[in-house]
């Protein structure tokens, strides 16, 4: 995973953005994988794809996921702050 600066808002956004988007991707291409018009689908396939459809959702979870805490975390900072100048 390549380096992802999250100091500004909209970076943040953006990367949760990059994550979404590699997600649904992901899933699409697992699904296209599943449609096999004149074979089926065998119980192999289905399995592997289950498989894969968890990493990219753990995928998913970590890469959109630290942003957000990052988010929380400035928003804690923030309303510390607001409390401290009273």
Same mark, same amino acid.
């Not at 909209?10 to 956004?13: A, G, L, N, V, Y």
């Not at 590699?22 to 697992?30: A, G, K, M, R, W």
């Given at each position: 995973m390549a380096d992802v600066s999250l100091d500004q808002a909209? @970076?943040? !956004?953006t990367a949760v953005e990059t994550a979404a988007t @590699?997600?649904? @991707? $992901?899933? @699409? $291409? !697992?699904r296209d994988e599943l449609d096999v018009e004149e074979t089926g689908t065998t119980l192999g396939t289905m399995v592997a794809a289950q498989i894969k459809m968890t990493e990219t959702e753990t995928q998913y979870m970590v890469k959109a996921g630290i942003p957000k805490k990052v988010s929380a975390a400035v928003q804690g900072a923030a309303q510390e702050v607001k409390k401290a100048a009273g």
């Open positions: 909209s @970076e943040r !956004i @590699e997600y649904v @991707e $992901s899933l @699409e $291409s !697992i």
